[in-house]
């Protein structure tokens, strides 16, 4: 059965950094493109980032660009999340997601002093 | 402000048809493809249409999809107390240089 288990969130001061990761199975993870999506307490979704089923291509919102870094190892199955100067706005659940239409569980990241 | 614009709410009893929209531009909806999700209270989303108006194995067929011009909407038949959730649309965007870009989404409530 297809599944995406995220890990890494917790709470974290501003400034500082995070690393989330997005462990896939029962499907095959190096043929599908992955999204980070996240939502704020209460908010809608929002897409932050989307890397190619090869790596070849990435892309962020504006509000992440040049903070936040997509990448997967397909080896490991697995993608990342490298979240950098965080900010109290970055505070939400973050979801992974193929472009096949599986969506992990979340993990939670607060920014907070 | 989504650049994808649904309505906040929608209610309806069961048993009833209702439709959710989602309005664009020919950036977005004019020309990509739409998706549409469904997220329970206390849960992650869950894809209930793609492509425009694909169902994923599993969805019911109470679920359907359409595309006009710049427009989505997403429709419930045979509306059913578990059907109470909030539902967003998604699409990419060609004017934007960013990922998928999600509406605002609709909190549905069935009275």
């Known amino acids: 059965q297809e599944q995406l288990v995220e890990s890494g969130g917790g709470v974290v001061q501003p400034g500082r950094s995070l690393r989330l990761s997005c462990a896939a199975s029962g499907f095959t993870f190096s043929s599908y493109g992955m999204h980070w999506v996240r939502q704020a307490p209460g908010k809608g979704l929002e897409g932050v980032a989307a890397i190619w089923y090869d790596g070849s291509k990435k892309e962020y919102v504006d509000s992440v660009k040049g903070r936040f870094t997509v990448s997967r190892d397909n080896s490991k199955n697995t993608l990342y999340l490298q979240m950098n100067s965080l900010r109290a706005e970055d505070t939400a659940v973050y979801y992974c997601?193929?472009?096949?239409?599986?969506w992990g569980q979340g993990t939670l990241v607060t920014v907070s002093s | 402000q989504s650049v994808l614009t649904q309505p906040p709410s929608a209610a309806g009893t069961p048993g009833q048809r209702i439709t959710i929209s989602c309005s664009g531009s020919s950036s977005n909806i004019g020309n990509k493809y739409v998706f549409w999700y469904q997220q329970l209270p206390g849960t992650a989303p869950k894809l209930l249409i793609y492509r425009n108006n694909h169902r994923p194995s599993g969805v019911p067929d109470r679920f359907s999809g359409s595309k006009s011009g710049t427009s989505a909407s997403l429709a419930i038949s045979g509306l059913r107390s578990e059907d109470e959730a909030d539902y967003y649309c998604a699409a990419w965007d060609d004017s934007l240089s960013g990922p998928v870009i999600f509406g605002g989404g609709t909190k549905l409530t069935v009275l």
């Open positions: 997601a193929s472009i096949r239409g599986d």
